[in-house]
Structure formats: C-alpha cells, structure tokens
C-alpha cells in the first residue's frame, strides 16, 4: 500500500473498549502519517460508513438487525475484514445465555417495555459476512493492534497464533495457578497473546481472547482436569462459555468426559 | 411538511446513539436521543451464574469506566456475604478508581471535547497547532492507564481486583513510580483547567431546575465511596433506597431506559459532585475552586467539562495522598478469604461520568438477582431536555450548526452509550 492507507473503525454492540485501546496507542499519532481515516465515530466527525477503505476494523458482536446491514455494506465497500476483540470474533460475554430465547431475556431487561429498534441475540460477524482476520481479546492487547495493522501496511500478511496461554506463563515462570493453587484456570485453552497477564497476578484465566483455533483446544482433557477438582458439567460450561460460547466443539467435548466417567 | 433534522450517529461518544429534532408549525416540536446500541442483557445473563464469574463479566459493560464496574460490583457482591475490606484495601480501591477517573477525564476533555472548540473534527489532527495539549493529554490519561495497569493488571477490564483485595499488589518501587509520575502530570491538569475556562458556556441550556445527584463521600474528603446519595434539593437516602428514588421507565427510541427522581429528570457527573461536594475539597483543587466558582455553575451541563478538569487537579493530589498512605503502611497483604453466603448487597460509587448503582443478591454461591443503573442511563432524560433547549434556540440557523451544537450538548454529558443500554429491573 504506497499511498495513505484508509481504514474504518466501525463499532457494533460492545463495550468500547477495542476502540478505546486502539485509540490510547502512543504510535497510533505515528501511525496515522500512513492512514487516512474515512470512518472512526469515536474520533472523528468527519466519518461516513459508506465511504471505501482498504481495512475495515469491526467492534462488537451482532446485536440487531440494523447491524447486519451495516456489516454487509462494510464488507461491500473494504479491501480486508478485520473481525476486532472478543465480541465479533466471538459473539462476547453477551452470548453467554445464547441458549435462551431472546423474549425470555428481553421480558427480565425491559419487562413489556417496546423500542423501535429490532434487537436479536448476540452472535460473531463471521455468521455474516467473510472475516479475512482476526484480533483477539477482551479487550485486544496494543500490540496485537499494531502487529495487525504494521503487518498490512508493509503489504503482508498477519499471523495467527496458535498456541495456548500456557506457553507464555510457562515462560514467565509463574506458579501454575490450576495445579499448583487449584483454581479453575482457562489459560491451558485459551489463545496466547496477553503474555499471561491475569495468570501473573495469580489469578485465573477467564479465557477472554477465546479457545484456541484450528481444533486444538482440548476441552475435553482440561474438563477432565476440573471434574478432578470437584466441578459438576454445568460449571464447567458456564465457565468455558464465557468467551467461547459460540465454540462448536465445546459442548461435545465436555460431554465425552461426563459420559467416560459415569 | 418538515423533515426532521438528524445526527444518526453521534461523533466522539463512546457507544452508538443519535439526534432527531422534528419541526413543526411552531419551531421545535420534539427533539430525541436515539439509542441504537443493541441490548446486552447483563442482569439477565448473569442471574444463577457464580458469583465470582459474574463478576469478571460485569465490567465488560463499559471500557471507558470498566474499573468503576468493576469496583461497584464488587463491593456490592462483598456487602451482598457480609464481607468488609480492610482499610488498606479500600485505600487501594481508591487508589485504581482515581487511574480510571484521571484516564477518562482526560480522553473525554482532550480527545473528545477539545476539538469542537478549536475547531476540529478529529482530536488527531489538532497535532499541528496543538501539539502541546495532545502531549499532555497522552501524559495524563498514560498515568492513570498505569495506575490500572499496576493494581489491577490493565486499563481496561481488570481481573486482578476481586472480592476481598487483589491477586497480586504492585511493587513498593511502582508505587514510588506511580508516584514521581503523578507529580509530572500535576501542572499538567492545572493547565487544562485554565484552558477549559476560557471556553464557552453556552447559555442557551441554562436551566434553573436542574436537579444534581452525587455520593456523599464515606472518607469525609470528597470521593467516590459512600454510603448516602445527596440530593441538591437537600434530600438524602441511604443507597440501599435507590430503587425508590430513582424510577426508570422504558422509552420506544431507545434500547436505554430514561431515569427519574420525583418524576423529574435529574444529573449525575462531575458537575454533580461539585455541586454537592465542593465543600470537601482540599489543596489545590478547593483554590481552584475558589477562583473558578462562577463557571462552575449548577445550571449550565457545560459547566460539566470544566468541573472534569477540576477533578483531574483533585484527584492527582489525592492519589499522591493515598500512595503516602499505602507507603506508610507497607508492607500489605493483599487479600483476604471471603467466605461466600447468601445476602442481598447494594453499593453506588462515583464513576468518572456519574452515579453507578449495584444491587446484587447472592444464593448458594450464585447471582440470584442483579440490578445494574449506570450514570448515563439516569442522565438521558436531562440530556434529552438539554438537547431540545438548545434546538429551541438555534432551529432557525444553518441545520449544521444545529447539529453541531446539539452534538456538543450531549458531549458535556460525556455519555457513555453502550454502558446505558441494558440497564433494569428484574
């Protein structure tokens, strides 16, 4: 790309955050000598969703109908996809009760109260329009902002990661918070990239850059690891759900434990 | 026939809303705030979750004051079992709270308000001439990333704060860090408040029965724990009464529900704060205070942004007292067990646009009930009102202008959209 790359940062329903994070980025002044920005509405007044660009960073999980319109037309008019954060990639936290109807759910919110807009249950971009790559978290770490973006500028092409957050806590040598302390920690099928953050104050990963991809998260031996532990079916969905509960194979997987064992 | 006059997106907001002004014969016949953001439905996702799970998710409602979730949920779910947190804890809470007041405040003047004033559609592009005011609002909203990010693992959506402390505390040598930054960033925050005096206030949305709502500060200094919310009207209610005080209703053009205290709009922020708390400032801020009383007035929404500036001042110079605090008393352990048990608990804090209100009760170990009202979903109803008068005022200029200046209306507000959105009663 040798002029002035341009780029939209368009926001379904979310918390903010991935633009938010973006948007803190020192380098991002730096940056922006190489980018045009045609649609930013956290930034720039000067925006118009229909306008053109090379990269489309998409925020936010599909949440209504009008939001389906808006992604087809951002896939119509950008070069490449960017699926941004746990919400588009993965329909976020809001997909956690994605079993229940959305009546049900609506009717606890906003009793027989009416809007005009038409709302639906939260589910990732990809179940609309082609995502030619994806940025992880809850939010994105900075640097997997500038690795993305510095990658397309250079006109290659980004890579995946696909390994486990494990690794990288290994790496920081950290007491292993699921063996050592016996919480129920997600780091052993979540997508690597935070440099272990929450696993480095001792906390337990809660899995927010989503299950490792290309059928390597093993559900099935880390449900193993907490049935161990004590914790029934149900818990360990409710927690493995969080951030995966779009996952095709989750369920199936934990369910192969339950029926070994019993 | 009169087309309507709309912003269907409103710009440098955090979330999605719009601007509909519908003219009829007699000038303005109605002015709404749409609110597209779609639903998320938290207090209904979470309800018979663990209460620990609940927690980590609760925050995601809103990046800009994830902290400020974070910590009301928490000390809601800790009231809710009965647990009180040690005075060292609520000092660091404190602590973390102040890095996402300073960091907000800061992208919210800078980034967000500044550039309507200087005449600019993007904060970036100001870089050219106003090279020294994108510098300093870096360096301010980095120290209070950096609070968060050493307390609490990182600026947005913290999993290190949690039910009786913090997995892990930072160094005593970051704290001295935390520290030496803080007092670099101190004539920092005094220059914004002399910048944003100068701005304008526009009168054309001073409105006399302008209601305030703010914590009445558990420290006795002002701050944003507390156990009563102050009314400017001279009303009082412990925040176990919230759900009396303050009524909702369900509006068709927006997935947010519209707040009400005594059938009357109300507003929450930092405005509010001054306007219930100034007397409990302290240093340089309560100077500050002294010299600048007349922007900071009670019926004008404008006088919002200037108050934030006044807060940064503030609290700069209470996060250095705290960190004294914390210094004296290291080493800290910290964490406590809590045991968990059945209860109902209700915390409201001060989050860096205004009154957050939790009430979660707990049942073997569960969410068996949550009630989330966030500041911007109590400051809709006022918005809206600000709005109109603006619109009442101006309907006749150039339809750009109008909207321009109804944009800057729902600014002063510093809503926060997507926070405001799946905000009930179950």
Redesign the interface.
């Known amino acids: 790309m040798g002029r002035k790359a341009k780029i939209g940062f368009y926001?379904?329903?979310?918390?903010?955050?991935?633009q938010?994070?973006f948007?803190?980025m020192?380098e991002?002044?730096q940056a922006?000598e190489n980018l045009g920005?045609e649609c930013?509405?956290?930034?720039?007044?000067?925006?118009d969703e229909d306008r053109n660009v090379d990269i489309a960073f998409i925020e936010g999980?599909v949440?209504?109908e009008?939001?389906v319109e808006l992604i087809k037309k951002i896939r119509e008019k950008a070069k490449i996809v960017v699926a941004v954060g746990s919400c588009a990639v993965h329909g976020?936290?809001?997909s956690?009760?994605k079993d229940?109807s959305l009546e049900?759910?609506?009717k606890?919110?906003?009793?027989d109260?009416?809007?005009?807009?038409k709302?639906?249950m939260?589910e990732p971009i990809s179940n609309y329009i082609k995502v030619d790559y994806n940025v992880y978290g809850?939010?994105p770490e900075r640097r997997d902002f500038l690795y993305a973006l510095g990658t397309f500028l250079v006109g290659s092409w980004p890579e995946d990661i696909d390994y486990p957050v494990c690794v990288e806590c290994r790496l920081r040598g950290n007491p292993c918070v699921l063996i050592e302390k016996g919480e129920p920690c997600l780091g052993p099928i979540t997508r690597a990239g935070c440099d272990a953050?929450?696993p480095?104050?001792?906390?337990a990963c809660?899995g927010?850059r989503g299950a490792i991809g290309y059928d390597v998260a093993w559900f099935d031996s880390l449900a193993k690891t907490f049935k161990e532990k004590g914790l029934t079916k149900m818990?360990i969905l409710?927690?493995m759900r969080?951030f995966n509960a779009h996952n095709q194979k989750l369920e199936e997987m934990v369910d192969k434990i339950f029926e070994e064992g019993e | 026939m009169y087309i309507p006059i709309t912003v269907d997106?409103?710009?440098?907001?955090?979330?999605?809303g719009g601007i509909e002004i519908v003219m009829g014969d007699e000038g303005v016949k109605e002015v709404k705030l749409n609110i597209?953001?779609?639903?998320?439905?938290?207090?209904?996702?979470?309800?018979g979750?663990?209460l620990e799970?609940a927690l980590?998710?609760y925050p995601?409602?809103?990046?800009?004051c994830?902290a400020a979730h974070k910590l009301t949920a928490v000390e809601a779910a800790e009231k809710a079992v009965g647990f009180t947190p040690r005075e060292e804890i609520q000092d660091l809470r404190d602590l973390l709270y102040i890095g996402d007041m300073i960091e907000s405040h800061a992208?919210h003047l800078y980034?967000?308000v500044l550039?309507d004033y200087l005449g600019y559609?993007?904060?970036?592009s100001m870089?050219d001439r106003y090279g020294k005011e994108?510098e300093y609002a870096?360096a301010l909203?980095?120290i209070g990333?950096k609070i968060m990010d050493y307390l609490a693992?990182?600026?947005?959506?913290q999993?290190?704060a949690?039910m009786g402390g913090?997995?892990?505390l930072p160094t005593r040598a970051q704290f001295e860090e935390l520290r030496e930054g803080l007092k670099k960033v101190l004539p920092m925050a005094e220059h914004t408040v002399e910048l944003f005096s100068k701005l304008e206030q526009y009168k054309e949305v001073e409105d006399r029965d302008m209601i305030h709502m703010a914590i009445k500060p558990r420290s006795g200094v002002y701050g944003i724990f507390g156990d009563y919310v102050k009314v400017s009207d001279g009303f009082e209610f412990p925040v176990e009464d919230y759900q009396k005080h303050i009524i909702e209703?369900?509006?068709?053009?927006?997935?947010a529900?519209h707040s009400f205290y005594r059938d009357k709009p109300f507003m929450v922020g930092a405005i509010s704060r001054i306007v219930n708390n100034a007397d409990l400032l302290y240093g340089r801020a309560k100077e500050l205070y002294a010299q600048y009383k007349d922007i900071l007035r009670y019926d004008n929404c404008f006088a919002n942004n200037f108050a934030q500036a006044l807060e940064l001042v503030y609290f700069i110079e209470r996060a250095l007292d705290i960190i004294g605090d914390i210094l004296a008393k290291w080493p800290i352990k910290p964490r406590d067990r809590v045991e968990i048990k059945d209860g109902r608990g209700v915390s409201i804090t001060e989050a860096p646009r205004g009154l957050v209100a939790y009430t979660i009760e707990v049942k073997d170990g569960r969410v068996a009930y949550a009630d989330i009202i966030t500041p911007t979903a109590m400051n809709l109803a006022i918005m809206e009102r600000h709005v109109r008068m603006m619109a009442e005022k101006h309907y006749q200029d150039d339809p750009e202008r109008l909207k321009y200046l109804t944009?800057m209306t729902v600014r002063a507000y510093d809503p926060c959209i997507?926070?405001s959105?799946?905000?009930?009663?179950?």
Request: positive net charge; glycine residues 6%; proline residues 4%.
């Open positions: 926001a379904l329903t979310s918390c903010y955050g991935c938010l994070q948007a803190m020192d991002l002044v922006l920005i930013w509405f956290m930034i720039e007044r000067d925006s999980s949440s209504t009008e939001e976020g936290v809001q956690w009760e229940k049900e759910l609506w606890i919110v906003y009793g109260g009416r809007v005009k807009f709302p639906k939260a809850c939010p953050r929450c480095s104050y001792g906390i809660i927010c818990e409710e927690r969080i | 997106h409103i710009a440098r907001v955090e979330g999605k597209i953001e779609g639903p998320r439905f938290f207090e209904a996702i979470t309800i979750k663990k799970e980590a998710v995601r409602i809103c990046s800009f994830s992208l980034l967000l550039p559609s993007n904060p970036l870089l994108i870096m909203k980095n990333a693992s990182r600026p947005i959506h999993e290190n949690i913090f997995g892990k209703r369900v509006v068709e053009h927006s997935f529900k944009e997507s926070c959105v799946h905000v009930v009663r179950i």
